[in-house]
C-alpha cells in the first residue's frame, strides 16, 4: 500500500492541533482509520516531520541473484530434480516455497519428465468394469 501524501497527513494532525474533535472524528472526516491519525501524531512526536518512514523492501531472496545462473545450469543438467533435490544441491536454508517462488521469478518450470507418464493415468489403465456414461453425466470427451 502506498503512504498518504505528506499534505493530506499535515491537515490531519492540523484538524487533531485546531481542536476539530476526537481522533475518531478527525478519522471519520478524512476518511482513514483512527490508528492513522494515532500513527502520525506519534510520527511527528518521534521525528518532528510527516515524511513517510523509508521502506526497506522486506527480506532478501533465499536464493541471492548472483546464483541464478547456477540454478540454470543446474536445472539444464538435470530438469527432473525436485525442490527438495534443487534446495539441497545449491546448499541453501530456505523453504521449498522459497525455491519454488525463484523458480517462478526465472521463467523456469518443474514439469517432470514425458517418458514417466502421470499418476492418473496409471490409476486409470487399472479400471475395469466402467462402460459408458455414468448415470447422470453426459460425456464430456473425457478418458
Known amino acids: 500500500?502506498?503512504?498518504?501524501?505528506?499534505?493530506?497527513?499535515?491537515?490531519?494532525?492540523?484538524?487533531v492541533d485546531g481542536g476539530v474533535g476526537s481522533l475518531p472524528t478527525v478519522a471519520a472526516l478524512f476518511n482513514v482509520?483512527?490508528?492513522?491519525?494515532?500513527?502520525?501524531?506519534?510520527?511527528r512526536e518521534e521525528t518532528g516531520s510527516l515524511e513517510p518512514r523509508p521502506n526497506n523492501g522486506g527480506h532478501a531472496p533465499a536464493i541471492p541473484e548472483h546464483r541464478y545462473d547456477e540454478l540454470r545450469q543446474l536445472l539444464a543438467d538435470q530438469p527432473d530434480l525436485t525442490l527438495e533435490q534443487i534446495?539441497?544441491?545449491?546448499h541453501v536454508a530456505c523453504s521449498l516455497a522459497a525455491v519454488c517462488r525463484t523458480l517462478k521469478k526465472l521463467g523456469?518450470?518443474?514439469?517432470?519428465?514425458?517418458?514417466?507418464?502421470r499418476a492418473a493415468t496409471a490409476r486409470r489403465a487399472g479400471r475395469t468394469g466402467r462402460v459408458g456414461r455414468v448415470a447422470g453425466r453426459a460425456d464430456r470427451g473425457r478418458c
Do not use: F, Q, W
Open 108 to 117: 523456469l518450470t518443474r514439469k517432470k519428465n514425458a517418458a514417466r507418464g
Open 1 to 15: 500500500m502506498k503512504a498518504y501524501p505528506v499534505e493530506l497527513r499535515s491537515r490531519i494532525v492540523a484538524a
Open 33 to 43: 482509520s483512527i490508528n492513522c491519525v494515532a500513527n502520525y501524531l506519534h510520527l
Open 87 to 90: 534446495r539441497d544441491r545449491m
